[in-house]
């Protein structure tokens, strides 16, 4: 296979402020591994090394090889809540890891809740640039 990366997509049409993009897309790009370790589940008695053979359970090989790699990250955006969910159909059709997030606008989007971000992968390049190779950088 080839590289591994991950591919983070933010929302420009909502015109958060830099600190909000960030965090989004910081949540984006941790949530994979926060879904993986909460399916863990009973396993926090589990002796140590018998945790983290548990763990490994969870996660794909790419996502082995971008934990214990690179951490590449490639933050693109889109400019509808259309474009994003897009993306998210594509991903779950082709059965890439992908994470929504959504805000719960307290600090902004009026108390509404809205969809953000995205974060595709840990994948290989060839299974993620099919769903994201044309976007935009940020």
């Known amino acids: 296979m080839g590289n591994v990366k991950q591919v983070i997509v933010i929302r420009k049409d909502l015109k958060m402020r830099r600190g909000k993009e960030i965090a989004q897309g910081a949540h984006a790009s941790v949530a994979f591994l926060a879904d993986s370790i909460s399916k863990l589940g009973g396993a926090s008695?589990?002796?140590?090394?018998?945790?983290?053979?548990?763990?490994?359970?969870?996660?794909?090989?790419?996502?082995?090889?971008?934990?214990?790699?690179s951490f590449r990250k490639i933050?693109?955006?889109?400019?509808?809540?259309?474009?994003?969910?897009?993306?998210?159909?594509k991903a779950n059709a082709a059965?890439?890891?992908?994470?929504?997030?959504?805000?719960?606008?307290?600090?902004?989007?009026?108390?509404?809740?809205?969809?953000?971000?995205?974060?595709?992968?840990?994948?290989?390049?060839?299974?993620?640039?099919p769903i994201t190779g044309d976007l935009v950088l940020y």
């Not at 890439?96 to 840990?122: M, R």
């Open 95 to 129: 059965q890439v890891t992908c994470e929504l997030i959504q805000d719960s606008g307290l600090t902004e989007f009026g108390g509404v809740p809205t969809y953000t971000a995205a974060a595709f992968g840990p994948d290989y390049d060839e299974n993620l640039d």
């Open 45 to 69: 008695k589990l002796h140590p090394q018998d945790e983290k053979l548990f763990a490994c359970a969870f996660i794909t090989q790419a996502e082995s090889e971008w934990i214990q790699g």
């Open 75 to 89: 933050c693109c955006i889109v400019h509808s809540e259309e474009e994003l969910l897009a993306l998210v159909e």
